[in-house]
């Protein structure tokens, strides 16, 4: 069960200086990354299942379908929806509250799909 997500984008952009200028050229590359992470924790009684599932997704790279809600600064929410292949999964089957096990999970965003 998820407990938490962390997005983060990133641009490449190249800055040149410029004799003269008061502020640098600045190139777009026009490379995007978008990523997203999950963090939670697998019951108990499901972990071993989820576990295998986990890794099966980030051994074949399929793409991954999830919502997701953000909340503007009024409180509305808005529900987005990622596409994306997993990078990275790890989890810790020591430690956790009352026999649960904390994973955390990274992927990428499919360039043209979801929000």
Do not use: C
Not at 7 to 33: C, F, H, K, M, W
């Amino acid at each position: 069960m998820p407990s938490g997500f962390n997005r983060i984008r990133v641009a490449s952009l190249t800055q040149t200086s410029v004799l003269d200028a008061v502020y640098p050229e600045v190139t777009d590359s026009g490379q995007r990354n978008d990523e997203f992470t999950l963090t939670g924790k697998f019951l108990r009684d499901t972990a071993d299942a989820d576990i295998l599932f986990m890794e099966e997704l980030l051994a074949s790279g399929a793409l991954v379908e999830f919502e997701w809600q953000s909340v503007n600064y009024q409180g509305t929410p808005d529900s987005k929806t990622f596409v994306g292949r997993m990078l990275s999964f790890d989890y810790s089957r020591e430690g956790g509250d009352h026999g649960q096990t904390p994973y955390s999970a990274s992927f990428n965003r499919e360039a043209g799909l979801g929000a």
